[in-house]
């Protein structure tokens, strides 16, 4: 069990609908993080909450929004995405800001838009 | 120029050979920086921070060299559990919230 837990696994969506990606961690962290994988790029950090709050948006476009509840829950709300947002969606976590805290990864949800 | 770059391989070594990856940073401002196992369709993991004096775990070696902007992983004895694919991830701030990865080294090792 990784500690943190990323529902669903995998998720086809047509390019008008709306949904909902889930990252849960079980682990006490402060810092939570979403990122995307896309095959042949390095994997590209979107956005860092810390205590709930945003501290990081990487220019990442509006149709993609975060949620973050609570220190343990982390959402990510899709809604009219475009073929070239198919890729890897990652969540991690971290006991806190600092820099040399190393990250705790889900698995991941593999994303299609048709 | 790429902030963080690597080589993307694959290499493919035997079993017990040593193995040596290589990234470079552009950004000298960089603070903190990690190697990052990451096996096929799975989550990367954290293999190791790196120091600037050097620091070894059992097979796996780091070096880091501020000066010229280059870390380094050596893997000893390498051993078929090895094959996954390294990422060198570098932070560029104190908070730790601005980190880049590279693009990841594959290694193969056969029997």
């Known amino acids: 069990e990784t500690g943190v837990t990323q529902t669903p696994r995998h998720l086809v969506m047509g390019m008008t609908n709306k949904k909902s990606l889930k990252c849960e961690q079980h682990?006490?962290?402060?810092?939570m993080y979403w990122y995307k994988q896309s095959a042949k790029k390095p994997l590209e950090l979107m956005f860092v909450y810390s205590l709930e709050e945003r501290v990081e948006n990487n220019s990442v476009p509006s149709r993609f929004s975060p949620e973050c509840p609570n220190s343990s829950h982390l959402f990510l709300h899709l809604h009219t995405l475009q073929p070239e947002d198919s890729a890897l969606y990652l969540c991690a976590s971290s006991p806190g800001q600092g820099g040399n805290q190393p990250q705790h990864f889900g698995d991941g949800t593999r994303l299609s838009i048709l | 120029r790429k902030e963080v770059e690597q080589d993307p391989g694959p290499f493919n070594v035997p079993e017990g050979a040593t193995v040596a990856f290589n990234c470079t940073y552009s950004?000298?401002?960089?603070?903190?920086f990690f190697w990052y196992r990451q096996d096929c369709r799975k989550e990367p993991k954290l293999l190791m921070s790196?120091?600037?004096s050097g620091n070894e775990d059992g097979r796996f070696t780091a070096q880091l060299n501020r000066a010229s902007q280059y870390i380094s992983l050596l893997i000893r004895d390498s051993k078929l559990s090895d094959s996954a694919t390294y990422l060198c991830?570098?932070?560029?701030?104190?908070?730790?919230?601005?980190?880049?990865f590279g693009k990841g080294t594959t290694l193969s090792v056969s029997s």
């Open positions: 991830v570098v932070t560029l701030n104190q908070a730790g919230t601005a980190l880049i």
């Open positions: 682990l006490g962290h402060n810092a």
């Open positions: 950004n000298s401002a960089s603070q903190s």
């Open positions: 790196v120091y600037s």
